[in-house]
């Protein structure tokens, strides 16, 4: 993946950390990486972190322009080459199922053109419900690709459906998307 361009979308949820490791994992198969956090997410892990692992700023804000001038979801959207959204939480998957941009999270996934990577991550119960299954749905009809989640131990202390793939199977699918498989 030398040199190509991944934006990297970290939500509020604790599966946050697992950003970081898949962030480092990226930079580390060469590429890229850009990160835009969710307000929520700064509650579970902060800026600095992927700020260290990746050599460049985090974005945060929709209206406060660092780098674009015409906005920063437009300007990190057309450098990258694909979207990874990791965590993804209900709320941000229910916004991006209705086409809300009310964030640069948001907004930054009707700005992309190329691949948008969604990777799902909430409790058990969560995940089952069905509004959150339409949600997913609606996603994968409107192209979106949706890695995990994946079974196992979750921060609830609960085993079940919900944990966030691991980063190693979301960067194949990255390389994948971008012929690099």
Not at 17 to 42: E, H
Not at 92 to 109: E, K, N, S, Y
Not at 161 to 170: K, L, V, Y
Request: net charge negative; aromatic share 4%; charged share 20%.
């Amino acid at each position: 993946m030398r040199d190509r361009e991944v934006l990297l979308g970290v939500t509020g949820g604790i599966a946050a950390y697992k950003a970081a490791d898949l962030a480092s994992k990226l930079v580390q198969a060469g590429a890229k990486v850009t990160v835009a956090m969710s307000r929520a997410a700064r509650n579970f892990i902060g800026p600095t972190t992927f700020e260290a692992l990746t050599g460049r700023p985090v974005y945060g804000d929709l209206f406060d322009p660092r780098e674009h001038f015409i906005g920063e979801h437009i300007g990190l959207a057309r450098r990258a080459e694909v979207y990874v959204i990791a965590p993804a939480t209900a709320d941000v998957i229910a916004r991006l199922a209705h086409g809300m941009a009310d964030d640069l999270v948001a907004a930054l996934a009707l700005s992309i053109n190329g691949p948008l990577v969604v990777a799902p991550a909430m409790n058990n119960e969560m995940w089952s419900k069905l509004s959150v299954q339409r949600n997913v749905a609606q996603l994968r009809d409107d192209g979106a690709i949706v890695v995990g989640p994946d079974e196992g131990w979750l921060s609830c202390r609960e085993v079940g459906p919900g944990r966030m793939a691991e980063p190693q199977a979301i960067v194949e699918k990255i390389a994948e998307l971008l012929g690099e498989a």
